[in-house]
């Protein structure tokens, strides 16, 4: 999963795909780099970034998933608010992905439940100016596999196929460092809900802790494709990252060296 952030402050590149021009080029840059979904966002969600309308929102991405869709890539929409993701919908995405898990925006299972997409749920406890302050575990692996447990309860209620929902456990959403660590350690206890799962760890701070100090962000990248082939391992259904050429290098060497393994 390429990430295509259509803002003026992603952490990251917030601003270099602001243009509608400029985000569809970069989508099929990703594309071509192996992408196989490009998840497309108006609302950065990096820790202390302010909300922004959904009117502002859907005037960002729509016409992006418009043309992309009608290109023939596969898009999901980055979104909490569920007129944005009704809107994608309708634009020709096929994923929704919200961070939020369905938490933020009370009609967002039922729009995900019409559409009949898949829904990506990732583990959330509070919008970006407040996460932080949230990251508090007796045991961040159980609880966070607890909490994405019901929230899998409250979207099948709600009417949302299970076999449509991907769980993702939140990396850098309301987790310290080594909060991440353990859960990227034990991300086969997330498999074991028998559900799909995504990681996103693309350049996130967590990483900084395995490089030398001091450097800069797209030096995350090597960081976030050595994750790629630990999450691959686990089972991921997807990665989502920023760098998309490095994280398929990565998968392509595990790729050989499994079929090399499987003909033994």
């Given at each position: 999963m390429?990430?295509?952030?259509?803002?003026?402050?992603?952490?990251?590149d917030g601003g270099k795909w602001a243009s509608t021009d400029a985000a569809i080029a970069h989508a099929l840059a990703l594309t071509g780099e192996g992408a196989d979904l490009i998840d497309v966002g108006g609302e950065s969600t990096r820790p202390g970034a302010g909300r922004v309308s959904p009117a502002e929102e859907q005037s960002?991405?729509?016409?992006?998933?418009?043309?992309?869709?009608?290109q023939g890539l596969r898009i999901s929409v980055d979104t909490l608010?569920?007129?944005?993701?009704?809107?994608?919908?309708a634009a020709g995405a096929s994923?929704?992905?919200?961070?939020?898990?369905?938490?933020?925006?009370?009609?967002?299972?039922?729009?995900?439940?019409?559409?009949?997409?898949?829904?990506?749920?990732?583990?959330?406890?509070?919008?970006?100016?407040?996460?932080?302050?949230?990251?508090?575990?007796g045991d961040v692996v159980a609880d966070?596999?607890?909490e994405l447990s019901a929230r899998v309860e409250a979207l099948t209620e709600a009417g949302v196929l299970r076999g449509n929902i991907v769980l993702d456990p939140?990396?850098?959403?309301?987790k310290l460092p080594e909060h991440n660590w353990?859960?990227?350690?034990?991300?086969?206890?997330?498999?074991?809900?028998?559900?799909?799962?995504?990681?996103?760890?693309?350049?996130?701070?967590?990483?900084?802790?395995a490089l030398p100090a001091?450097?800069?962000?797209?030096?995350?990248?090597?960081?976030t494709a050595v994750v790629s082939v630990l999450a691959a391992q686990a089972g991921a259904w997807a990665v989502r990252v920023h760098d998309v050429a490095a994280t398929r290098t990565a998968l392509n060497v595990l790729a050989l060296v499994d079929s090399a393994t499987m003909e033994l």
């Open positions: 390429g990430v295509l952030n259509v803002t003026p402050d992603s952490f990251s960002r991405i729509i016409p992006v998933i418009t043309e992309l869709a009608r608010n569920s007129g944005t993701a009704a809107a994608a919908a994923v929704i992905n919200d961070v939020s898990g369905g938490l933020a925006d009370p009609v967002m299972a039922s729009v995900a439940a019409d559409s009949g997409l898949t829904y990506v749920a990732m583990h959330w406890r509070g919008h970006a100016r407040k996460m932080d302050a949230l990251a508090r575990y966070v596999r607890a939140g990396l850098g959403f309301s353990q859960l990227l350690a034990h991300l086969t206890s997330f498999a074991d809900l028998g559900l799909p799962v995504m990681v996103g760890a693309s350049r996130k701070r967590f990483l900084a802790g001091d450097v800069g962000l797209s030096e995350r990248d090597l960081p």
